[in-house]
């Protein structure tokens, strides 16, 4: 089995900080510019799985340059350069506190909730008589506190938003605006490639004064894709949607009795279901950006990501 990336602690010239996330670390050079290196860690129920899994970091990464660098004329984000398969270094922006949720299918943990009973999310108000993986008539934005490790996002509405001064009436509208038009030209892209974008999250900050598209998108980290061909057909018999997403990581743990709740334990990870999930990963890559996955040598990561990056920072 291939290496996984599951911690890095380098030193790049000119580092002030670093800050490990759930899936990526993020070091901070002279204030103004950031390195994220994409781990191989994964993490679910917003907790960190004990084991890596192989070229996933790569993977995301990839497809988030890809989904950036089509999107620029939309807003501006925060990418610089991509000088190694598991690095983006951007700007360094001051993030808003809180995550567009953008949801164009009732699913997922909407789902959950709507069957308990729950009709409104995030100040949004949803018709009785939904069913599951169904449509919604137009996308709907449903924002989330941005957690801390160990911590759940929790649902958050515009009003409370906008009360709690975590985003100006103005900034606000901005953030929503470009989150219907990335989440418009996802879909678009999506269909091209015979998928349905369902959800998806999208991050931003402020770098002088400026809003900035930060982090990862149209990942299957921070997106589900449905498979086009055969939705109508399983929708109408109540069948479950062939998903493109880390749901059938989810649903694995769920299947063995966790959910990220006090006193569950994690599934024992052997390596066959280790490779699984890379095989997964890779099967999401290719077809979401309908390009063959090139496995990146997994010989010597930290040598290699250190190399590729101070090469960049010395010669930027």
């Keep these: 089995m291939k290496k996984a990336l599951v911690r890095t602690d380098f030193n790049f010239p000119g580092q002030k900080s670093v800050y490990h996330g759930k899936v990526r670390d ?11 290196v994409a781990t191989d860690r994964i993490s679910a129920f ?17 497809i988030a340059a890809k989904f950036l660098d089509a999107t620029t004329d939309i807003c501006p984000n925060w990418k610089l350069a991509s000088p190694d398969p598991m690095v983006t270094v951007g ?26 009973g729950v009709r409104e999310i995030c100040g949004i108000k949803l018709p009785e008589g939904m069913r599951e993986n169904q449509r919604f008539p137009e996308p709907i934005v449903t924002p989330t506190t941005k957690a801390e490790i160990g911590e759940h996002d929790q649902d ?10 975590l985003a100006t009436p103005e900034e606000y509208a901005l953030l929503e605006k470009y989150t219907m038009e990335l989440f418009k030209r996802g879909t678009e892209i999506a269909e091209k490639r015979g998928l349905i974008l369902v959800d998806t999250k999208y991050e931003f900050g402020k770098h002088d004064g400026k809003i900035y598209l930060m982090d990862e998108i149209h990942t299957p ?3 589900r894709y449905f498979y086009k061909e055969g939705y109508e057909d399983r929708f109408e018999k109540g069948e479950p949607q062939k998903q493109l997403s880390k749901e059938f990581v989810r649903e694995w743990l769920m299947a063995n009795g966790f959910q990220g709740k006090a006193g569950q334990k994690v599934p024992e990870m052997t390596p066959e279901i280790v490779e699984g999930i890379s095989n997964r990963y890779i099967e999401l890559f290719e077809h979401i950006t309908g390009e063959t996955f090139v496995k990146g040598d997994t010989d010597n990561l930290l040598s290699r990501i250190e190399k590729n990056v101070t090469d960049y920072l010395n010669n930027k």
């Design 26 to 36: 993020v070091y901070s050079i002279n204030d103004d510019v950031l390195i994220m």
């Design 46 to 62: 917003d907790v960190v799985l004990p084991e890596g899994i192989p070229y996933k970091g790569q993977m995301l990464n990839q």
């Design 91 to 116: 700007i360094r922006c001051e993030g808003f506190p809180v995550e567009m949720i953008v949801r164009g299918y009732l699913c997922g943990s909407a789902w959950r909730a709507y069957k308990s």
């Design 156 to 165: 958050i509405s515009k009003e409370e938003i906008l009360a709690q001064g």
């Design 221 to 223: 980290d921070s997106s």
